[in-house]
């Protein structure tokens, strides 16, 4: 009775069990994965660089290395200048938005580029880019070598727009040498993570400054810190997923998103792979995951980027209105912060720093929305100077992880817009690091962009959103489901989605626990009585 | 306390036993982990609770299909037709008799397991809340699926979860009176024992005139 009682329990349970598996199995579908990245990129280059006569000529310049380069590339020229990283300038707004640094964006690192060229434009893909007298249509001004010398020695000087030092120079406690322009020439191959990362881990002015998911620590970083770019795994140069075509290198830039559209390259071998989805579909987790249910409203990078900074700190905050304090032999003070990088530079004001830091989460199209230094703005509020675009009806858009850095930075009291102010020149040029006065600083920057200046100005606060895509967790590393769906939820500024444990309906809540509570305590009462009764009607019993 | 037990009769077949503590283990695992997900407490992290959440559903599912096919061949479905006739008498016994010491008016009898009131309720379990509580938790899993399916009606998942919690908050409800009610048999374990042996001891024939 008992075994045969078992038995049926067990058919019973087995058919249960057998049915689901049935109903999983239909349910699966194709799920996408990239297999095959631990494999190295093979290398096929079909010429030695070494071995063309245009390259062992004698050079004194960058712009005559260039010509040697476009003697052969001669495609080349034409296409970087059609390029950001030629232009500085958003490819998708009208000129006259001048939508780009090279225009009127205004940050809260640096603030703005025009007037302090030389010194920005260290970053420039390009030679002599000193001021507004710089000639875009000359091929020879291109930069070949920043992004493909393959040494590691050669190095744009600091202040020496785009070019590298002719001879020995020295900024701050660096020296600078002339680069051995053939070997570097040379030496030439596809762009590395070292070739970009010379000016993108270095963005805003320095090491760790600006990205949080880009700096010094990504030249060669460990599978916690990127599995991705993994030195001892996959190893991915950047290009691996900028998909690069005729020198346009695939990426968001202000209005332009990383890709038109979300698909894989399984459904089309000519993508860009800027995309996580473009190898990883947009199913990348286990069939009946329901991590795969959430590739429509939420980014791969928010779950799989849980922290930025992971390795070295990260500016945080930048406050320009406490700049110009003095040491005692009268060079600008320097304190040093608890994080190892300054917390106060007379040139610059106090800086907040931050390791291992939780993004901030947005709805974000791909598209960027800036404050430009013509933008009326209310200076009573912070001011957003770069703000994602997208929203949740918006089917592109989906929620992103954001390093937001804040910044207290000047402003035009009477016109209410922003300033750029001239921050880079000798004294006597009227810039805040050689005069330190302020209305000179603006009024000179204001001057050079022709942009009215009242000659009054403040101070405002203002916030810059950067969106973060790299340093991606290994998958054990990634924010668990319980860190957003609760009540102190990751995404708790997000709206427009229901997210089950960060959302419910508190009058049900009072009414369904009412209605237990109002059953426990009935069905006591009840209980009660007949216990009651019970004893009562017990002596009747015995008697009857 | 004096045993006025009388003769038992077989009620609950082995698959009726079967699928009712089967039903009580997922309904009352259901309860738990839903209102993990829905955020009241944190025992087992919302991964393991979503996890442990949908393989009861989907079991509940595939035993409750099996549950309508037994009714549909044994003809038990007529346990379960809900009747007026002596409602109210259940009703005042439930309200006032059983306090008095009276004899429940509907005995149990194998062609009448249940009593006007179980019957009403369980068929309204089966009829309304277990089919809401199915259709709104599948709503609920293929939210994602909702514009595959061309579905942009005004439902969204808001309502859906609302409709869904509530449903879960019925069920405890129902859950602390259904335990509660087993109590009230002519001993307290009386009613238990049944639905654990399927033999259902009635009470001793009150005598007349009592």
Known sequence: MLASKALTRAIFLTAGLGALLLASLALASAPGSAAQTSRPAPHWVTADHGKFEALKQEFKSGPEVTKACLSCHNEAGAQVMKTIHWTWMSPDAPPEAKLGKGGLVVNNFCIAMPSNEPRCTSCHAGYGWKDKSFDFSKQENIDCLVCHEQTGTYKKFPAGAGHPAAEPKKMGNETFLPPDWNKVAQSVGRPTRDNCGTCHFYGGGGDMVKHGDLDSSMHKPGRELDVHMDVKGANFNCTRCHTTVAHKVSGRAYKTPAAAQRISLLKDDQISRITCESCHSDKPHAASSKANDHTDKVACQTCHIPAFARALPTKMRWDWSTAGQRDAEGKPLKKKGPLGPLAYDGMKGDFTWAKDVQPQYQWFNGSMTNVMAYTKIDPSQPVTLAQAEGSPSDPNARIYPFKLHTGRQPYDKVNNTLVVPKLFGPPGSGAYWGDYDWNKAIGAGMAYVNLPYSGQYDWLESKYYFQISHMVAPKEKAVSCQECHTQQSRLNGIGGVYMPGRDFNRPLNYIGWGAAAAALLGVFLHGLGRAVARRKNGNQDQQG | ?210
Request: hydrophobic residues 45%; contains cysteine; aromatic residues 16%.
């Open chain 2, 1 to 210: 306390m004096s045993n006025n037990g009388g003769k038992s009769i077989y009620l609950y077949t082995r698959f009726e036993r079967f699928w009712h503590w089967a039903q009580s283990a997922l309904i009352i695992t259901l309860a738990f982990t839903g209102l993990e997900i829905h955020g009241s407490y944190t025992i087992l992290g919302f991964k393991r609770a979503v996890e442990v959440h949908n393989f009861c559903a989907w079991t509940w599912l595939v035993l409750h299909a099996f549950v309508l096919f037994w009714m549909a061949v044994t003809g038990e479905w007529r346990q379960y037709i809900p009747t007026t006739k002596r409602l109210i008498d259940v009703a005042l016994y439930y309200l006032v008799g059983i306090f008095q010491g009276k004899p429940h008016p509907v005995p149990k009898s194998e062609r009448a397991k249940h009593n006007p009131l179980q019957r009403m309720t369980y068929l309204s379990i089966a009829l309304v809340l277990i089919p809401l509580q199915m259709a709104t938790g599948f709503l609920y899993y293929y939210y994602n699926s909702w514009p595959q399916w061309a579905w942009t009606s005004g439902l969204n998942l808001n309502a859906v979860a609302f409709i869904h919690t509530a449903g879960m908050f019925g069920f405890l409800a129902f859950l602390v009176v259904h335990v509660y009610m087993t109590t009230t048999g002519h001993t307290l374990a009386c009613h238990l024992k049944a639905m654990c042996t399927g033999w259902e001891e009635l009470p001793r024939q009150a005598k007349a005139g009592e």
